[in-house]
């Protein structure tokens, strides 16, 4: 079946350093990727909605400068977290879907942490 | 506009007992109504959906669930939990064929022996 795969899924890092996450669709061409947050005990929160070749939509309160999305190919698109602080450590998700009536998949999250 | 609720952010069950999670919606055009589960460090799996049609909608790991427009529930049960079954459960809509999903704040399921 679909999958999406996600990487990393662990990073540590220091405050003021950048992350890049990398979400894949393995077998389908993702024309949407969402980009979630989650914090501990909580539900996932949408960040952004990014279709191929063109700029992501960001959700309201989410800084878009921050948080860099990248959907440069069907099958790949990339959260950088930029200038990263301790308050941005939590657990991303992305999914992807291949058109309007497919279904989404997610990957597997990554645990980010700032130190 | 959109959302979920879900009543209960901690249910538990004991082994071979009744699950029900509870779930209701709100949407301004005929929902779309999914449940996912979340185990620990890991991403979302779909255990069921309803679109249209049969309102009763059956999953995996013997899951399943009822749309009640008139309730605007869509409740999730299993007749005999598993203790593979503890988990995080999450209910979510979307507004038709849009994009956006939005997503319960979830409920965490312990089964006991």
């Known amino acids: 079946g679909a999958v999406v795969s996600q990487h990393p899924s662990r990073v540590i890092c220091k405050s003021g350093t950048s992350v890049k996450i990398e979400c894949r669709s393995l077998?389908?061409?993702?024309?949407?990727m969402f980009w979630y947050r989650q914090f501990p005990k909580q539900s996932l929160m949408l960040m952004a909605t990014s279709n191929e070749g063109s700029k992501a939509t960001y959700e309201q309160g989410v800084e878009k400068d921050k948080f860099l999305i990248n959907h440069a190919s069907l099958t790949l698109s990339t959260l950088t977290v930029t200038s990263a602080h301790p308050e941005d450590s939590s657990f991303y998700i992305c999914?992807?879907?291949?058109?309007?009536?497919?279904?989404?998949?997610f990957g597997n999250g990554t645990r980010l942490t700032v130190t | 506009a959109q959302s979920v609720t879900q009543l209960g952010s901690h249910v538990s069950v004991s082994e071979g007992a009744l699950v029900l999670l509870r779930c209701n919606y709100s949407?301004?055009?005929?929902?779309?109504l999914f449940w996912y589960v979340q185990y620990p460090n890991q991403g979302l799996q779909l255990l069921l959906k309803?679109?249209?049609?049969?309102?009763l909608v059956k999953g995996i790991n013997g899951f399943e669930a009822e749309f009640k427009k008139s309730e605007t529930s869509f409740h999730l049960t299993k007749p005999s939990a598993h203790m593979s079954d503890a988990a995080e459960y999450f209910c979510a809509v979307r507004a038709g064929t849009a994009s956006k999903l939005t997503f319960g704040t979830g409920t965490r399921l312990q089964v006991t022996l």
């Open positions: 949407s301004s055009v005929p929902p779309y």
């Open positions: 077998d389908f061409q993702a024309t949407t």
């Open positions: 309803y679109t249209t049609g049969a309102t």
């Open positions: 999914s992807a879907k291949g058109g309007t009536n497919s279904p989404l998949h």
